[in-house]
């Protein structure tokens, strides 16, 4: 079955610290991963993804994330936290083709606080 | 990058009526989707919108409830009918687009409050 895990509902961290949001997942196929972030009232902006290549991708704001098969996972990393990073993170996974494509299973989220 | 407009952005519902989500998309996308996000949830798939055929629903969630249309590769509609609090959410509209279709991008969202 497939499934997103967000084990951190919520995190605080000081502005200029790094961060890193974890996320995990069960897929049965190649997954195709993102992570999403959605400000009070305001949509999901994606972020990032990841189907293949380089293991260690680039978003936008800064932030990065590394796909590790071994683990199942894809932590969202940024070296020095900004105050408009805080913000709730959305990882999800999906296929990136055929007949599911399009359909992704979101995690719980995790909400980012940063204090000045 | 795919732009997608939903209106209405925020409603606040009686019991018992319907109201209908429009998602319009600034490009043709083949993919494109309905999601619900209850209050404090994560984002769960109501159905796939397809052009030119029925919707493709997920498990738990019915065309007499959730009607939806798609018209053309640009535009869709989700209806959410006979509405209670528990319908009470974000309704999320996304697409696939990029050079394979293949990157999900997301709308505003509606916001609907149910009283």
């Known amino acids: 079955a497939q499934s997103v895990t967000q084990p951190d509902i919520h995190i605080t961290v000081s502005e200029g610290a790094s961060l890193e949001l974890r996320c995990n997942y069960s897929y049965g196929a190649t997954p195709y991963l993102f992570w999403y972030v959605q400000s009070p009232g305001q949509g999901l902006q994606l972020l990032l993804k990841y189907f293949s290549g380089d293991t260690l991708v680039q978003g936008i704001k800064g932030f990065e994330a590394e796909f590790k098969r071994s683990q199942s996972s894809f932590n969202l990393r940024k070296p020095s936290v900004h105050w408009s990073d805080a913000a709730e993170y959305f990882c999800a996974v999906g296929s990136p083709r055929g007949s599911t494509l399009g359909r992704l299973y979101f995690g719980r989220g995790t909400q980012l606080t940063v204090w000045p | 990058s795919a732009v997608i407009s939903q209106k209405p952005s925020r409603d606040i519902c009686q019991r018992g009526t319907s109201l209908t989500i429009q998602c319009q998309v600034d490009s043709q996308v083949t993919m494109m989707f309905w999601y619900r996000q209850q209050p404090g949830q994560s984002l769960t798939l109501i159905a796939t919108a397809n052009q030119g055929s029925e919707a493709t629903y997920e498990s738990g969630f019915v065309i007499d409830k959730f009607p939806i249309s798609r018209p053309n590769l640009t535009f869709s509609t989700l209806t959410v009918s006979n509405m209670s609090p528990e319908d009470s959410s974000i309704y999320l509209c996304?697409?696939?687009?990029?050079?394979?279709?293949?990157?999900?991008?997301f709308g505003e969202g509606s916001w609907l409050t149910v009283v």
């Open positions: 996304s697409v696939g687009a990029g050079r394979s279709g293949n990157t999900i991008y």
